[in-house]
């Protein structure tokens, strides 16, 4: 059974450039998750989908962040324009829906650097 | 407020030697509790898990953790380390049971440095 996946492994932008991130969960799992881990600093829940549909979206920093997950498969979470403070690794997980107490698997992260 | 707590942000240990890597947590409720670990290069690969039953969890490549809801805590230990197990190590709490809030809080993360 093939991991979660993310894509690309490495990105090196300017500042004000736009970076599109990609996350393919295992499949058949309903929960994707996206987390940040900014250099120094413990890991950070950015965002939780169910399927299409965002669940919890409490951790997005602002409004230059957007994910999305059409057809409940693949997500993708953009930044839009990008700052120096959002460089980090951005990783993703996901879950097998209907667990009471699911376990998150994770893909490599992406490790975003802002120049 | 919801926390965790990684003591040590990093350790050094022969190769062969005993290791615990500290992980303490505030959470209101009863929490369940994982272990993940990096290797360079890699994703993050679950070690252990917590949810509830024997307080003494093991867990992949000989790591074992420990429960203990006294002390709010949730050490990691292996017997014997191995040059593999360089890497870095975190500690991270999660609400159990079913509902809309999944997200995990996490440590700041162990860094293991094995010497041959």
């Known amino acids: 059974e093939a991991g979660v996946t993310q894509f690309p492994s490495h990105s090196v932008i300017e500042k004000g450039q736009t970076v599109t991130l990609r996350c393919d969960p295992i499949?058949?799992?309903?929960?994707l998750y996206w987390y940040r881990r900014v250099m120094g600093k413990e890991i950070k829940f950015l965002l939780h989908?169910?399927?299409?549909?965002?669940?919890?979206e409490s951790g997005m920093p602002n409004n230059r962040f957007l994910a999305e997950r059409t057809g409940g498969t693949y997500s993708t979470l953009k930044v839009q324009p990008a700052e120096l403070e959002d460089s980090g690794v951005y990783f993703c997980?996901?879950?097998?829906?209907?667990?009471?107490?699911?376990?998150?698997?994770f893909g490599p992260g992406t490790r975003l650097t802002v120049l | 407020a919801q926390s965790v707590t990684q003591p040590d942000i990093h350790i050094t240990v022969s190769e062969g030697a005993s290791l615990e890597l500290r992980c303490n947590y505030s959470?209101?409720?009863?929490?369940?509790l994982f272990w993940y670990v990096q290797s360079p290069g890699q994703g993050l690969q679950l070690l252990l898990k917590?949810?509830?039953?024997d307080t003494l969890v093991q867990g992949i490549k000989g790591f074992e953790a420990e429960f203990k809801r006294s002390q709010s805590s949730f050490n990691l230990r292996k017997p014997s380390v191995h040059w593999s197990d360089a890497a870095e190590y975190f500690c991270?709490?999660?609400?159990?049971?079913?509902?809309?809030?999944?997200?995990?809080?996490w440590g700041l993360g162990t860094s293991l440095a094995v010497n041959p």
């Open positions: 991270a709490v999660g609400p159990l049971g079913a509902g809309n809030n999944r997200k995990l809080i």
């Open positions: 499949s058949g799992h309903d929960n």
């Open positions: 959470y209101g409720a009863t929490p369940y």
């Open positions: 997980a996901s879950s097998q829906e209907g667990f009471p107490t699911d376990t998150q698997y």
């Open positions: 989908f169910v399927k299409e549909s965002k669940q919890d």
């Open positions: 917590y949810f509830s039953g």
